[in-house]
């Protein structure tokens, strides 16, 4: 197998057949910084000083047209073909992986509809389900040539239960090629990933911001949350009505109602919702406007579609003054 030395410092590591040299770094432990796994992010950059590399895409949204004219490459689409000399920047602080990644073979339990767009997949592992909770997980899906990324909505446990909440994209092919999985379906699942994880050694109150497909993450944290003393603030931002699902889920944790609130809102409001009795709106304004006192008191997770996400950071980071080490989320897009 591949040897990867990080040049500069005495970390080396191995690549078994197909890892990524992300994969491969996570898998041994090593603390290489990155969130989407799937080369949108950019986090994960790096340069190869000697040695060969297969890219498994080409042009991929992470990268910059300086970063290309600098020849960096993203950790998570190369493939080491010989030991490679790499220069990255790995955390010095003695930070390390908390679960390292590493890939199992996962049936198909079940599968329910939660709206007329969002499904809920379980799926069954051989092994231990472990992760913490917010993280996801990457699914080799028939008839694709890269995995997917999905977060999982539930908590780790021993019977190997890995829980999906995934919207159905209109010719979208990674939910396309969900849908027509049959119970009992085998495929491969690789994780956990993702590093906005719940913190529990923060005693802040936890506040969830969720838009759309961003709901499963979300779920996790306020599922373990829940299951502890902690005040729990939980917004689920939906487009429509009929879109609105995350208030039944967290209507059934321990403590709603009490230390446990949910506040959904919908942004878009016509005759067809006349009977909502949420709130109306963007879901940065809803937060904007109900979350009392100093925001800097809070411990926030945020998981959504792009604009929603930098729409938050600004609220959060920018108009109230968070620290941003008290706001977590990983990028996808
Ligand atoms: Fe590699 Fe996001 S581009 S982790």
Wanted: some cysteine; glycine content about 10%.
């Amino acid at each position: 197998m591949p040897i990867i030395t990080v040049s500069g410092t005495a970390l080396r590591f191995e690549s078994a057949p197909g890892d990524t040299v992300l994969q491969a770094a996570l898998r041994a432990g090593l603390p290489w910084p990155y969130e989407c796994s799937v080369g949108a992010c950019g986090t994960c950059r790096f340069t190869i000083e000697a040695g060969e590399a297969r890219v498994l895409r080409e042009n991929p949204p992470g990268l910059s047209a300086m970063d290309r004219r600098k020849n960096r490459k993203l950790a998570c689409q190369c493939v080491a073909e010989t030991d490679l000399s790499v220069s990255a920047k790995i955390g010095v602080d003695g930070a390390c992986v908390p679960i390292a990644p590493r890939r199992m073979s996962a049936v198909l339990s079940g599968a329910r509809a939660v709206t007329h767009d969002m499904t809920e997949y379980r799926f069954r592992t051989a092994q231990a389900a472990r992760f913490l909770p917010g993280q996801y997980a990457l699914l080799a899906l028939p008839g694709m040539n890269e995995a997917r990324a999905y977060s999982m909505s539930n908590v780790a446990n021993e019977q190997g239960d890995w829980i999906f909440v995934i919207r159905n994209v209109p010719n979208g092919l990674g939910s396309r090629a969900l849908a027509a999985l049959e119970a009992g379906a085998t495929i491969a699942l690789d994780g956990p990933y993702g590093g906005a994880w719940l913190r529990t050694d923060v005693p802040r109150e936890i506040v969830c911001i969720a838009g759309g497909s961003g709901l499963a993450p979300m779920l996790s944290i306020a599922r373990a949350a829940a299951a502890t003393e902690r005040r729990l603030h939980f917004y689920y931002g939906a487009r429509t009505a009929a879109d609105a699902c995350g208030r039944a889920f967290v209507a059934e944790l321990d403590g709603f109602g009490a230390r446990v609130r949910c506040v959904e809102a919908i942004s878009v409001h016509d005759h067809a919702d006349a009977a909502w009795q949420g709130e109306t709106g963007l879901i940065h304004d809803v937060v904007a406007r109900d979350l009392a006192g100093a925001f800097d008191a809070y411990e926030f997770y945020v998981s959504g579609p792009p604009p929603m996400i930098a729409a938050v950071l600004n609220l959060l980071a920018v108009e109230r003054g968070v620290p941003t080490a008290q706001i977590h989320f990983d990028r996808f897009f």
